[in-house]
Structures are given as structure tokens and as C-alpha cells.
């Protein structure tokens, strides 16, 4: 049975991974990191164009598989199953290559934790690393010196992946609350953000947020049930830690939601979580959302105790708050700001957090942003939703997407 099954649903241009979990250990947070690092390692190891299986199973499984196949009767924490041997998969003559099939018993990686000493992500990013090595023809098992090689390009490329940068354009996630805002003003039922999202996505956008308040004062709660089948690329649900509004996340499943602090007075959200000093609810938050596979974001101010408290608990991406630096009062308190953002953005990609930022970001200020290249992710709203009341929403899209694209490269 399959308890869960990704295939890139987090990375609309994501490299050919395709992560199947049949093991209850995996929770959405330790998925959305795995699969992460197996996109890492396949550029890292020059197959970005291949395509790889990784399940995640138990000790029974592996102990079976060794059986069969290597008769061997005890379980193992890792077997690799290539598609064509050897030189054989880079000469096919297939649209997408198979490298093949990696089985990892988390049973043995949670034990082998405890031996090593490490967190299971980096237990189960080394046995991907031996996996995905195995696939492409190296085998400790051959000789003394086979296995000094294969050590070595393991260590190599687990380093690799600590200070891995983004090979693409940083995505453009489109926040719609302000097009429900013009609806909610009348009460009726135009615009609509469902409208506005699907033109967001046909103009490049490669995700669409809406935060559905506790007051509801834009977004209503059947916005988010038809974006939750309309959306193509991913729908993150950006809410307060509210007892209601969880129940409606754990109902309707986003593909992720991101937990930001909310205040019934305040016009917009005024700054990051506090991580730190709301730790015990906040991991029970996110602990019921990854058990339900939704990966979870924490909106948090650069601060580098928020990024590591933000992993003590869970968190699959952290959203950098860019508020302070868009609202800078002069150049140098800008640069001040933008310097917080790209340490923390680093410390948390070094950590091995999925890195977003927004928030105030418009089509002056996002260039810096979207030029760091451990952020895959922009949430940006109110900028393109008021461009787009005199350029249109499409353009409005196309020109915030060039902004990024242009950074993202140079
Ligand atoms: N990210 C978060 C967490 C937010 O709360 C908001 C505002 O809803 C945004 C990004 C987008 O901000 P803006 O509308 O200023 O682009």
C-alpha cells in the first residue's frame, strides 16, 4: 500500500524524482526534504535529465528484497535496482532516462541515527547518495580500492549538496487576497480570485497563495475548496495557528500552507512568526499538518534563531520576511535588511530548510531578493494585483516574472 506518493508536487519544473513512501515514519516535512535533495543530487551528479524512483520502506521490505535478490537473509538499509546497466541508460534512446530504482529501510536509517549521530534527513540523504552511486555503476563490493573510490565520491557529493545553489529561476508564487478584497467590498461576486488565479498560472506563475483569514475578510472559505481543484501548479494556504482554520486545512489538503502570526486589526501581516517563544504550539501545528502530508512553511523575520528553531520543529520551508527591507527608509538601512535576508537565507538552506521569502516585495525591490540563489520561492501580492488594474493581470504577471528570471541569472 501506498501511504503517500509524490511526483513533483512541490517544483513545477522539478527534476524527474519520483518519491513513494510506504513507511509511516516518512511525514510530509522528511518527504519534502528527500525529495528536494534527490533533485540536488541528480544535478550534482550530471543526471538532471534522468529520472530516478526512491520508496521508502521498512525492514521487512528490504529483508525480502535481499533474499530474492542477493540471497542474502538479513535486511539492509539501502538496495538499488538499475533500469539498463551500466553505459546501457545513457545511450538509450528515451525521451526520459531511467536511472533506476533506490529502496531505503527508514527502519535501519532510524536506528543508524542513533549510531552516527546525525538527524535522519542527513541519514537519509547518505543512503540516497550510496543509492543513486550504485546506480551509476559504482560498487564497494568489487575491490578494497572500489570501495575507497565510491567513499570518496559519497563524501564529495554529500558536501556538494550542503552548498548546492538553485540551477533555475526562482519561482513566482501570486498571492490573490486582493482580488477577493475588491469583491468582498461589494459583497458580490465578482472579481474572483479562482478567475484571477488560473490567469496568474496561464501568464508563468508557478504557484498561487491565499491566506484565508480567521474574519474572512477577503478569501472565503469556498475560494480555497475551488482553488483546491482548479490550481494546476501548487496551492499554499497561508494561515494563523487557529484552531478552525486547521481543521479546514486538514479537510482540504493544500499542497502546502504556510503558518504566519495574524492579528484581527492589522491591514496586512506585520512581521515574522516568534519561532522561539511559541515553540511547543507551533510544533504541535505542524506536526498534525505533516502527518497529513502538507508540508508546512513558517513566515519568520531573518533572524537566525527563528531559522533554527523553525527545523527544531518540523518545518519543511521557512518564508523569509522581506517587510522591513521593502519598507526601508533610505539605502543604507536597505542594505542593512537585505544583509539579515541573505544570512539567514543561507544558514537556513545550509541547515537543509526550503528557503521562500516575501512580503512588500514589488517591481523594484524583488531583483536583489530573487538573485539569491538558495530562495526558491517569491510570494508576492499586492504589487502585481495593483500593476495589474492598469496593465492587466497577465502583463502584470510577465513583467514581474522577467524581473525575477533576469536575477536569477546574472
Ligand atoms: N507572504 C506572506 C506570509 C504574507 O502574509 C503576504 C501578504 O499576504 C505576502 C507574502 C505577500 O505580500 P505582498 O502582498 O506585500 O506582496
Partial sequence: MFLNQRRNALCADAMPVTIISRHAGMDAALLARAENMAERLLVLSGRSKFQVNIVFTGDEELQQLNQHYRSRPEPTNVLSFPFMEGAAASLAKLPIKELGDIIISVDRAEAETLLFGESLHRRL???????????????????????????????????????????????????????????????????????????????????????????????????????????????????????????????????????????????????????????????????????????????????????????????????????????????????????????????????????????????TNTAAIAALDCIEELSIGHAIISRAVFSGLDKAVRDMRAIIERASYY
Fill in 125 to 363: 540523504s547518505w543512503l540516497m547518495v550510496h543509492g543513486l552511486l550504485h546506480l551509476l555503476g559504482y560498487d564497494h563490493e568489487k575491490s578494497a580500492e572500489d570501495a575507497d573510490i565510491m567513499y570518496a565520491k559519497e563524501q564529495e557529493l554529500l558536501r556538494q549538496t550542503d552548498t548546492f545553489r538553485r540551477t533555475k529561476m526562482a519561482h513566482l508564487a501570486i498571492n490573490v487576497d486582493h482580488v477577493a478584497t475588491i469583491r468582498q467590498a461589494r459583497g458580490i461576486t465578482e472579481p474572483d480570485p479562482v478567475t484571477a488565479a488560473a490567469i496568474c498560472e496561464l501568464a508563468g506563475a508557478e504557484g498561487i497563495v491565499v491566506h484565508l483569514r480567521e474574519d474572512r475578510r477577503h478569501i472565503q472559505d469556498r475560494d480555497v475548496r475551488i482553488l483546491r481543484e482548479t490550481v494546476q501548479t501548487k496551492l499554499n494556504l497561508e494561515m494563523g495557528a487557529a484552531r478552525e482554520i486547521i481543521a479546514i486545512a486538514l479537510d482540504i489538503v493544500p499542497d502546502m500552507v504556510t503558518l504566519v502570526p495574524e492579528k484581527r486589526a492589522e491591514l496586512t501581516t506585520e512581521g515574522g512568526l516568534d519561532i522561539v517563544g511559541q515553540k511547543k504550539k507551533l510544533a504541535q501545528t505542524v506536526a498534525r499538518m505533516n502527518k497529513s502530508n502538507i508540508p508546512v512553511s513558517l513566515f519568520i523575520d531573518p533572524d537566525l534563531e527563528q531559522v533554527k528553531a523553525s527545523l527544531d520543529i518540523g518545518a519543511t520551508f521557512v518564508e523569509l520576511h522581506t517587510g522591513t527591507y521593502a519598507d526601508a527608509a533610505d539605502e543604507k538601512e536597505r542594505d542593512r535588511q537585505f544583509e539579515l535576508i541573505r544570512v539567514a537565507a543561507e544558514e537556513a538552506h545550509l541547515l537543509g530548510l526550503r528557503v521562500n521569502a516575501g512580503h512588500g516585495l514589488n517591481y
